[in-house]
C-alpha cells in the first residue's frame, strides 16, 4: 500500500523546512519526512561546546527569525529548538522517525522506501545532505585497542575520553575547536596541515564592520555565476575550510601542540605520522570529514566529480526531482543556515510551475477527448 503526495521532502533540516515554507506559502500540498525523533535533533547530537560560526542575524529561515540578539553566535542546541519552533509556527507537514532508504523511480512517479513504508510522489526535494558518512582511514582498525577512538561526530564533550594524551587528526573547524577545548584536561597534539585563517576575531569589531560584506560576497559574488565561483567551488567541496574562531595563536596559548605532519599509518600499534615520528597517546579524534553518500538514489544523478548533477536544485535530467543543501549547490551560503531560503523558494516556484504545467496539460487532454453523443 502506498501514500501519495505531489512533493516529498526528504529531511527537516534548514534546506528541508525552508523549502516546506515556501510549498506552503504556494498552496501546494507537501510532507517532510525526518529520520530523528525530533526536528533539530541532527544539531543536537553534535559536540556541547559547538556554536555556529555566523551571528543570529545571518542564521534566519525565510520568515521567522532567530529569538537572539543579532551578533549572537547561537549554539547547536540553540539553532536546533529554533528550528523545531519554525515547524511548530508554519505548521509544517513533518513527519519524524521516517529514515528514508531508497529513492527510486517506477517509470510514472518517484517511489520513495522507508522501513514498511513506500510513498509516491510527482516531487522529490533531497534536502537530508549528502555527508552522512563518517571518514575514518583504514589503518585505524589497526590502533592498539587500548586507545579510544572517537570521530568527531560521536564526540560531546571531554569527559568521554580515557586519563592520558589525545591526538586529534584534523585542523579544521572542528578539530581546532575540540583540541582547544581539550588542553586543560590533555596533552593534545592537533594534527593537519592549516589551509588559512580568519585574519580577524570572529566576534570582534572588526568583523561586524565587514560581515555585511561577507554576506553579499557569499551570496551574489561567490556564485556559479560568476568566474571565481566557478573556480573555487571544487576547493571548497574537497573539505578543509579555513580556521574561524580558534586560531594557531589560541591554540598555542592553551598548550596544544600542532603539526602539520599527517598522520600516515600506524607502527605497534601507535599513530605514526608522516614525518617518522610515533605518537603514545591513549585518545585518537579522527576530525577527518564525512563522505559523501547518494547510493539510496538508484537514479542516475551524479556528474564526473560525483556531485549530483543539478543546477539551482533542479536536476535537469530527472524531471521532479531536487536537491538542497549541497556545500555550494548555486553559491557558498548555500551550505549555511542563513543561506539555504534563496535556494529554497527557487525549487519551490520551480515546483509550483511545473504543478500548473501538468494541470494545464491534463486540462487539454480531457477536451481533446472525443465525447460521445446522446440521440
Known sequence: MSEHFETIVIGAGQAGLSVGYHLAQRDRPFVILEAAERVGDNWRRRFDSLRLFTPARYDALPGYPLPLDGWTFPTKDELADYLESYARRFELPVVTGVAVDSLSHDGERYVVRAGP???????????????????????????????????????RNPAQLRSGPVLVVGCSHSGADIALELAPHH???????????????????????????????WNRVLTMNTP??????????????????????????????????????????????DDGRVLDVANVIWCTGFGKDVSWIELPVNGEDGWPEQERGVVAAQPGLYFLGLPFLHAFASMLVGGAGRDAQRVAAHIAKRAAQGADQRATDAASEPRSLVA
Open 117 to 155: 513504508h513506500r510513498f509516491e510522489a510527482d516531487n522529490v526535494v533531497v534536502a537530508s545532505g549528502t555527508f552522512n558518512d563518517p571518514i575514518v582511514p583504514e589503518f585505524a582498525g589497526r590502533l592498539d585497542p587500548a586507545i579510544l577512538q572517537l570521530h568527531s561526530d560521536e564526540y
Open 187 to 217: 596533552p593534545t597534539v592537533l594534527s593537519g596541515r592549516v589551509h588559512a585563517e580568519l585574519p580577524f576575531a570572529l566576534e570582534g569589531r572588526v568583523a561586524r564592520a565587514v560581515m555585511p560584506l561577507i554576506w553579499f560576497m
Open 228 to 273: 571565481i565561483g566557478r573556480r573555487v567551488r571544487p576547493k571548497i567541496r574537497a573539505g578543509g575550510g579555513p580556521l574561524l574562531r580558534v586560531k594557531r595563536a589560541h591554540l598555542a596559548a592553551a598548550g596544544v601542540e600542532r603539526t602539520d605532519a599527517r598522520v600516515a599509518g600506524v607502527r605497534d600499534g601507535r599513530p605514526l605520522l
